[in-house]
């Protein structure tokens, strides 16, 4: 079974600077089955990545995805007010049919 | 604009069966290939994937909830639903449905449920 690490868990930053999320599988993933998804209090995740490294449907430049193999990486090149929040990766593996989430990174205001 | 919509008690009894509908709205149900999923997520914790059901009636579950669930489609409501049997405290938790692409990514979800398993 494919374990998902998200680090780090709190990330403290200000609006303006860059995060660096980081998410590590326990064994190697494809790919075109890694997401990542955005969270904020009380409402449904947002689906923001897709394919390691597309953005979805309005998602802004801003975000963006990397990595292959164990590693993955989402990167906020500057952080606005309206994205503090928690993030999530998942990977969908096939063998058996599976969906699996990180336990998440949360973005904070320094 | 593809919109979901969760219905069904807020109160479970434990031991017995929480049952949820997830109504979609703005797109047929049937159409395109994607999957339809139920997620869950209790109170301050992270994401849990329950399972999904393909139009056609395939399901895929998660392998720790398998003997406990089922998914199923109702397409001429354009409907689907979870059953979680035997509930405990342990399945108390917001529950989510979700559009689901072949690839994994849910880019449509409802505003969540919260269903609480107390007596």
């Known amino acids: 079974e494919i374990v998902l690490t998200q680090s780090p868990g709190t990330l403290s930053l200000s609006p303006g600077e860059r995060a660096t999320l980081s998410c590590r599988a326990s064994?190697?993933?494809?790919?075109?089955?890694l997401a990542w998804y955005q969270q904020k209090p009380g409402q449904a995740p947002r689906l923001l990545i897709y394919g390691a490294s597309s953005r979805a449907t309005g998602i802004p430049d801003r975000f963006s995805g990397s990595g292959s193999g164990t590693d993955f990486t989402l990167t906020i090149s500057r952080l606005e007010p309206e994205d503090f929040a928690v993030y999530y990766c998942?990977?969908?593996?096939?063998?058996?049919?599976?969906?699996?989430f990180g336990g998440g990174t949360k973005v904070e205001i320094k | 604009q593809v919109q979901l919509q969760e219905s069904g008690p807020g109160l479970v009894k434990p031991s017995q069966t929480l049952s949820l509908t997830c109504t979609v709205s703005g797109g047929s149900i049937s159409s395109g290939s994607y999957y339809w999923s139920w997620i869950r997520q209790p109170a301050g914790k992270g994401l849990e994937w329950i399972g999904r059901?393909?139009?056609?009636?395939?399901?895929n579950y998660n392998p720790s909830l398998k003997s406990r669930v089922t998914i199923s489609v109702d397409t001429s409501k354009n409907q689907f639903s979870l059953k979680l049997s035997s509930v405990t405290a342990a399945d108390t938790a917001v529950y989510y449905c979700?559009?689901?692409?072949?690839?994994?990514?849910?880019?449509?979800w409802g505003q969540g449920t919260l269903v609480t398993v107390s007596s």
């Open positions: 998942q990977q969908y593996g096939s063998s058996p049919p599976k969906l699996t």
């Open positions: 059901i393909y139009t056609s009636g395939s399901t």
């Open positions: 979700a559009r689901t692409h072949p690839g994994g990514g849910s880019d449509y």
């Open positions: 064994q190697s993933v494809s790919s075109s089955y």
